[in-house]
């Protein structure tokens, strides 16, 4: 490599709350009653995991970070291994959670249950910093995934946005409620939330997404928090794709059509198409096009992943994209 070839730069994932996922398939899933499973798998979950996995089958190798220990945190590094993923994670006294997600094997609805995550302490949440801050590195990516495990607040979701922003990273940040709201006002590079998800940036912000009007309004809605100083704000909508903003415009992204298996974990697969993308220079448009195409893939499929080598042409080629301000995108 020459001094002047550009550099790519380095992914850390931050998934504070990591979880060993227990799937279990189910048909006709009747609440209140005795069921019985027709198959169950675990994996390694919580959504910096499934992130950073998506990114490394779409080319991209990244580092993880967070919280693990007891047995099933042994898993997730076990797990990390075994998928190349550069294993950053705090060691602490508590134990890994487990989530229980159960499919709908007929309906592919998924209904999950998530563990609120070991009690973490002042000394370890100090070790993450330690861990974490001196490898970032100026316009490397720091992407903040999923909820805080217990004895985490807000306040620590801000901070990370903060430091790693001193030391000139691009963060992106994708978690709920309180969390999201003092990491926005930390002003990170992008933020990415379903429709719920902003809510709690923007109440006013449509409950439902169903046509063009509804679209323009949350489009306006968007260009207000990033007028706060986010650069980027995405905001995916499930069958109704995802829209997204920055000082350029906005684009609304349609989502090919498939068969839905599973779609848990696809938020964070699009999420990983649109770091992966961004990542290596690609617009925006043409980012969410990806995102929008690796999400559908991930809910193709039985489990979080999207398999070796995945082929996306035909998904994005299913993909319409629309610039609000009429032009067409592709
Ligand atoms: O409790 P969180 O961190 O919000 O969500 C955790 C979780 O439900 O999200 C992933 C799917 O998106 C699963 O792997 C995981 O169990």
């Known amino acids: 490599m020459t001094d002047h070839a550009p550099q790519r730069p380095s992914f850390h994932i931050v998934g504070a709350n990591p979880s060993m996922d227990r799937t279990l398939f189910v048909r ?92 973490i302490t002042r000394a370890e949440a100090e070790d993450f910093f330690q861990t974490l801050m001196p490898r970032v590195a100026r316009d490397d990516i720091v992407a903040v995934s999923g909820s805080l495990p217990r004895g985490l607040d807000a306040a620590f979701a801000a901070r990370l946005v903060r430091d790693a922003r001193e030391r000139g990273a691009r963060v992106v940040v994708d978690t709920s409620g309180r969390a999201l709201q003092e990491a926005a006002a930390a002003t990170p590079w992008a933020i990415k939330c379903n429709l719920e998800e902003f809510r709690s940036l923007e109440p006013d912000a449509p409950l439902v997404v169903r046509d063009d009007a509804d679209r323009r309004r949350l489009v306006s809605q968007m260009h207000g928090v990033r007028r706060q100083g986010v650069d980027i704000v995405v905001v995916t909508l499930g069958a109704g794709g995802a829209l997204a903003v920055s000082a350029a415009g906005a684009v609304w992204v349609r989502p090919p059509r498939i068969e839905v298996v599973n779609a848990t974990g696809s938020g964070d697969t699009f999420l990983a198409g649109v770091l992966h993308a961004l990542g290596h220079g690609q617009s925006l448009p043409g980012a969410v096009t990806l995102a929008v195409a690796a999400s559908a893939r991930n809910a193709q499929l039985p489990l979080p992943d999207l398999g070796p080598a995945p082929d996306l042409g035909s998904l994005m080629a299913g993909t319409a994209s629309v610039m609000l301000d009429g032009r067409s995108a592709s």
């Open 28 to 119: 006709d899933l009747a609440m209140g009653e005795v069921n019985r499973a027709e198959r169950a798998e675990p994996m390694a979950g919580g959504k910096g995991i499934i992130v950073a996995r998506a990114m490394h089958r779409l080319g991209s190798t990244s580092a993880v970070y967070g919280f693990v220990g007891g047995v099933t945190g042994r898993y997730i590094r076990d797990e990390c291994r075994r998928l190349r993923l550069t294993d950053r994670h705090t060691e602490v006294g508590g134990d890994t959670r487990i989530n229980a997600i159960i499919v709908d094997s007929r309906t592919g609805d998924a209904t999950v249950v998530n563990e609120p995550g070991p009690e």
